[in-house]
């Protein structure tokens, strides 16, 4: 029980320091003219920003602050420097965009009363986004229940093979959720609508549909803007436009695998492996080949059948997921740890119930 209390008074700080930080950001940085003036004047933050799941040392603290934190509030600083994020008003929405994987939706006014069919539409969306959630969280919690029940009775049989298809499934599913309820928060807060994270994964058609417009859209936005579009702009010159794309598309990749490598690094403190380097590597050349091979078919008249594209996309994914994205958290214990968190938590809870 102490460890959990300590634990939340470390996480307080942090949360402090952060808004500290952002709040900084928001009222010197963004008077200072953007490019590499701004960009000095937020590299402290940056600093800061980094070193904070090294005061932690729970695995799911860790592991999000790496990611939400180290990552994408630190990407999201650089666009900031360079002038992007300039147009939100408050200063809470400023702290949760750039701290939060969210972005806030940009409405297009109009003075024309809402018709039914917006109405409507509008309706079945948010319909779909919760029942989304309520799927990802069975997935969830039917994934943490077989790897509990493996653990103590099966594992002995193969358990690396079982142990990185139920992590893998965790996780995916894992992220979901967790993303979905930081935005739930977020717009309790700001009261404002906010961008999809993510759109539906499992229904992928290609590689270049899951990773560009379908997984984990709040980090694919920042890859493009400071990654992307700037090498493509550089290789275009040379290349021309038609191929620029490739080495855009691989240092994409790449970027995302060296920032991939960095949670396992906060979470065991230990040396990189580079298998998840390595995952991005051989989905990032995949889409570079896909790239063409659908140029081609497309001139030809020819194409594949979601019914067919579906599940080899997905399937791929997973496979490569499975076998390698996910493979340096199981060598660090973070599995084990993660369950150990959940029950941990779960008897604070009581405890803390039963007192009050």
């Given at each position: 029980?102490?460890?959990?209390?300590?634990?939340?008074?470390?996480?307080?700080?942090?949360?402090?320091?952060?808004?500290?930080?952002?709040?900084?950001?928001?009222?010197?940085?963004?008077?200072?003219?953007?490019?590499?003036?701004?960009?000095?004047?937020?590299?402290?933050?940056?600093?800061?920003?980094?070193?904070?799941?090294?005061?932690?040392?729970?695995?799911?603290?860790?592991?999000?602050?790496?990611?939400?934190?180290?990552?994408?509030?630190?990407?999201?600083?650089?666009?900031?420097?360079?002038?992007?994020?300039?147009?939100i008003s408050a200063l809470l929405?400023?702290?949760?965009?750039?701290?939060?994987?969210?972005?806030?939706?940009?409405?297009?006014h109009n003075t024309n009363k809402?018709?039914?069919?917006?109405?409507?539409?509008?309706?079945?969306?948010?319909?779909?986004?919760?029942?989304?959630?309520?799927?990802?969280?069975?997935?969830?919690?039917?994934?943490?229940?077989?790897?509990?029940?493996?653990?103590?009775?099966?594992?002995?049989?193969?358990?690396?093979?079982?142990?990185?298809?139920?992590?893998?499934?965790?996780?995916?599913?894992?992220?979901?959720i967790q993303f979905a309820l930081?935005?739930?928060?977020?717009?309790?807060?700001?009261?404002?609508?906010?961008?999809?994270?993510?759109?539906?994964?499992?229904?992928?058609?290609?590689?270049?549909?899951?990773?560009?417009?379908?997984?984990?859209?709040?980090?694919?936005?920042?890859?493009?803007?400071?990654?992307?579009?700037?090498?493509?702009?550089?290789?275009?010159?040379?290349?021309?436009?038609?191929?620029?794309?490739?080495?855009?598309?691989?240092?994409?990749?790449?970027?995302?695998?060296?920032?991939?490598?960095?949670?396992?690094?906060?979470?065991?403190?230990?040396?990189?492996?580079?298998?998840?380097?390595?995952?991005?590597?051989?989905?990032?050349?995949?889409?570079?080949?896909?790239?063409?091979?659908?140029?081609?078919?497309?001139?030809?008249?020819?194409?594949?059948?979601?019914?067919?594209?579906?599940?080899?996309?997905?399937?791929?994914?997973?496979?490569?997921?499975?076998?390698?994205?996910?493979?340096?958290?199981?060598?660090?214990?973070?599995?084990?740890?993660?369950?150990?968190?959940?029950?941990?938590?779960?008897?604070?809870?009581?405890?803390?119930?039963?007192?009050?």
């Amino acid at each position: 029980m102490d460890a959990i209390e300590d634990e939340l008074r470390n996480f307080t700080k942090v949360v402090f320091i952060v808004s500290l930080s952002l709040t900084y950001c928001y009222f010197i940085s963004s008077r200072i003219p953007k490019g590499k003036p701004r960009l000095l004047s937020v590299l402290p933050v940056i600093y800061i920003l980094t070193s904070f799941p090294l005061t932690l040392s729970s695995f799911f603290l860790q592991f999000y602050s790496a990611l939400c934190i180290v990552w994408l509030a630190n990407f999201k600083l650089v666009l900031f420097a360079l002038g992007k994020h300039d147009n939100i008003s408050a200063l809470l929405d400023f702290i949760l965009v750039i701290a939060f994987p969210i972005k806030i939706k940009a409405f297009q006014h109009n003075t024309n009363k809402e018709s039914p069919t917006t109405s409507n539409t509008g309706s079945k969306c948010a319909f779909k986004l919760g029942l989304a959630f309520v799927i990802n969280a069975f997935i969830w919690s039917i994934s943490v229940l077989l790897y509990v029940l493996y653990k103590e009775h099966i594992s002995s049989m193969n358990p690396i093979v079982v142990v990185h298809i139920l992590y893998s499934t965790r996780m995916h599913f894992g992220i979901q959720i967790q993303f979905a309820l930081v935005a739930a928060l977020s717009k309790l807060l700001t009261g404002k609508e906010l961008e999809p994270q993510f759109n539906n994964p499992h229904l992928s058609t290609s590689l270049g549909n899951f990773w560009s417009k379908r997984w984990n859209l709040m980090i694919n936005k920042s890859l493009k803007s400071l990654i992307h579009e700037p090498i493509r702009s550089l290789f275009t010159p040379v290349l021309g436009r038609r191929w620029a794309i490739h080495p855009a598309i691989l240092a994409t990749f790449v970027v995302s695998g060296l920032m991939h490598e960095l949670i396992p690094f906060y979470v065991g403190r230990t040396r990189p492996t580079w298998e998840v380097l390595w995952f991005f590597i051989i989905n990032g050349l995949c889409v570079t080949i896909e790239v063409e091979i659908k140029k081609k078919a497309s001139k030809s008249g020819w194409k594949l059948h979601p019914i067919i594209s579906t599940p080899l996309t997905v399937g791929f994914v997973m496979a490569t997921a499975i076998w390698l994205c996910y493979a340096e958290l199981i060598h660090c214990g973070a599995d084990v740890r993660e369950i150990k968190e959940y029950g941990a938590l779960v008897d604070y809870v009581k405890h803390r119930l039963r007192i009050a």
